[in-house]
Nanobody, 124 residues
């Protein structure tokens, strides 16, 4: 499975940004796709994940209510709509894919497939 992320950039605090992740290759109909992020000098952390059906979205507490993850199976994409952005959301964002578990387990079990990161910078 190959993953390609789009949509990073610079935005002011309080603004919005949408990331998109396109999956290709040997994807399945029972997979999970998600987003992680890594800020400078910090460990990578889970952001959000969703089932291939578009059901069961799961979010980290730090983004709940501000970020929404969508799954489009026709395009084989997982988008992350980010609103009310804060300076602490500044990080490199990574798309991930797993054929195992659930969106919730993506928080604790390392996904098998990763895309290259895309930089999100929120200016205060």
């Amino acid at each position: 499975v190959q993953l390609q992320a789009f949509g990073g950039g610079l935005v002011q605090a309080g603004g919005s940004l949408r990331l998109s992740c396109a999956a290709s290759g040997r994807t399945t109909g029972s997979s999970n796709m998600g987003w992680f992020r890594q800020a400078l000098g910090k460990e990578r952390e889970f952001v959000a994940a969703i089932r291939s059906s578009g059901n069961s979205p799961y979010y980290a507490d730090s983004v709940k209510g501000r970020f929404t993850i969508y799954r489009d199976n026709a395009r084989n994409t997982a988008d992350l709509q980010m609103t009310s952005l804060k300076s602490e959301d500044t990080a490199v964002y990574f798309c991930a894919y797993s054929d195992f578990g659930s969106p919730r387990t993506m928080e604790s079990i390392i996904p098998e497939h990763w895309g290259r990161g895309t930089q999100v910078t929120v200016s205060s």
